[in-house]
């Protein structure tokens, strides 16, 4: 059974970086298709990006493109998401999430809580 | 992009009450379409995929019918636990959208 475990929150002031990681187990990192999604405080929630099985590649939200990256260290199962340039408005609780076959997210880790504040 | 608006944006209802929630897309979606139930501090779990697949382990009150742009969940009998908020995402093309979520609350 996967589990998805999150790296702790993280406090950032305005134009600087976060890098949060997402850590599998019960599968390795090759076999399932990662995503980021987060969701602002009493907001819903926002895809950001992840891996389309279909072209092999990472794909992001538009409104991200220039300041995400995700990445993956498959010698330790961890999927990374960085976003940079961090504003007030990037205050979130960010969540990394498996697509299935069926493309539903299944899996979720518990959030991390990323607060952007001068 | 795939504009996704649920309604209603929030329901009062009481135990065992039957819930419907809507979810329309601003395009065809096909059967590309999951609900989501988040509980507060909590992440989203999933419910119903493929418009009307029941995830495991979700209990067969929950249901998803619709095809194309319109969808439902319905909930047949409400329980205490699923006082929550609900989400509907499609899953068609990228990038995904979520609907805004329908709240249910406690009457």
């Known amino acids: 059974q996967v589990q998805l475990v999150?790296?702790?929150a993280e406090v950032k002031k305005p134009g600087a970086s976060v890098k949060v990681s997402c850590k599998v187990s019960g599968y390795t990192l090759t076999e399932l298709s990662m995503h980021w999604v987060r969701q602002a405080p009493g907001k819903g929630l926002e895809w950001m990006g992840g891996f389309d099985p279909e072209d092999g590649e990472t794909i992001y939200a538009q409104k991200f493109q220039g300041r995400v990256t995700m990445t993956e260290d498959t010698s330790t199962d961890t999927a990374y998401m960085e976003l940079s340039s961090l504003r007030s408005e990037d205050t979130a609780v960010y969540y990394c999430a498996?697509?299935?076959?069926?493309?539903a997210f299944d899996i979720?880790?518990?959030?991390?809580?990323?607060?952007v504040s001068s | 992009d795939i504009q996704m608006t649920q309604s209603p944006s929030s329901v009062s209802a009481s135990v065992g009450d039957?819930?419907?929630?809507?979810?329309?897309?601003?395009?065809?979606?096909?059967s590309w379409l999951a609900w989501y139930q988040q509980k507060p501090g909590k992440a989203p779990k999933l419910l119903i995929y493929a418009a009307s697949s029941l995830q495991s382990g979700v209990p067969s009150r929950f249901s998803g019918s619709g095809s194309g742009?319109?969808?439902?969940?319905?909930?047949?009998?409400?329980?205490p636990e699923d006082f929550a908020t609900y989400y509907c995402q499609q899953a068609n093309s990228?990038?995904?959208t979520f609907g805004g979520g329908t709240k249910v609350e406690i009457k």
């Open chain 2, 18 to 30: 039957r819930v419907t929630i809507t979810c329309r897309a601003s395009q065809g979606i096909s």
């Open chain 1, 98 to 103: 498996t697509m299935s076959g069926t493309d």
């Open chain 1, 108 to 115: 979720w880790g518990q959030g991390t809580m990323v607060t």
């Open chain 2, 69 to 79: 742009t319109d969808f439902t969940l319905t909930i047949s009998s409400l329980q």
């Open chain 1, 6 to 8: 999150q790296s702790g």
């Open chain 2, 94 to 96: 990228f990038p995904r």
